[in-house]
């Protein structure tokens, strides 16, 4: 008996049924995600980055980020270490192309940082030279980001603000950040995930421990 004819419809049936599920399906689940309206604050979540920080988007890509830092935070110990405000969902990457999840956790998780931290010169600050704001951080500086140049009459407004020690390290000197430094920190400063979703609701802050009022019946202390 000639079994060829059904080796290759078992063949077929098995790439059809693997493409259906990996492709087709996932198609049909997360194809046609919108931004929804966060009915707490009435924002529209997500919204499109701006142009700079779709710039700092390609910055963050050709620098190689995503080798040492992810942007999904997993329920449970990730967002009790304060890397993320919740777990994250398909609609956090509504506006990613392409998504930069990254695989390797060498770095802190990037998902929520936007919103962790909101200062612009500190984001700097750790491209320049990362040990100056995290202690024994193994992040390399990304110094080819910054400008070296005497300060004139006057420091530049966009010069880098130094700690004392690496100002007299660099004295007669300022860092100025270039465009894609601070393309890179819009960008940075965009990855937020903080807003409450259906499927990926913020975590409920345990309430304080209220301590319970003396008895009156005690008897009093001699």
């Known amino acids: 008996m000639n079994h060829a004819p059904l080796l290759l419809f078992g063949i077929f049936a098995a790439l059809s049924t693997s493409w259906f599920g990996l492709v087709v399906w996932p198609q049909l689940q997360l194809g046609q995600l919108q931004p929804v309206e966060i ?3 009435g924002q529209i979540y997500p919204s499109a980055r ?5 710039q700092g988007a390609d910055v963050y890509r050709a620098n190689n980020c995503a080798a040492c830092h992810t942007q999904q935070v997993r329920p449970g110990a990730d967002i009790a270490r304060g890397w993320g405000a919740r777990r994250t969902v398909a609609q956090d990457y509504l506006f ?3 998504v930069m999840l990254g695989s390797s956790r060498i770095g802190p998780d990037l998902a929520n940082i936007g919103a962790r931290q909101i200062d612009d010169n500190w984001h700097l600050l750790h491209l320049y030279k990362p040990r100056l704001v995290v202690e024994n951080s193994v992040m390399p500086s990304y ?3 910054f400008t070296k140049r005497a300060i004139g009459a006057k420091p530049s407004l966009d010069a880098l603000k130094l700690p004392d020690v690496e100002a007299k390290r660099i004295e007669g000197y300022e860092m100025v950040p270039k465009a894609d430094a601070l393309a890179l920190v819009a960008y940075l400063r965009s990855l937020r995930s903080d807003a409450p979703l ?3 609701p913020l975590p409920t802050k345990p309430k304080p421990a209220t301590l319970s009022a003396p008895s009156t019946n005690s008897p009093a202390k001699k």
């Open 39 to 41: 009915e707490e604050t």
């Open 50 to 54: 701006s142009g700079l920080a779709q």
């Open 96 to 98: 990613d192309t392409p």
């Open 143 to 145: 110094r080819f980001l």
């Open 198 to 200: 259906f499927e990926a």
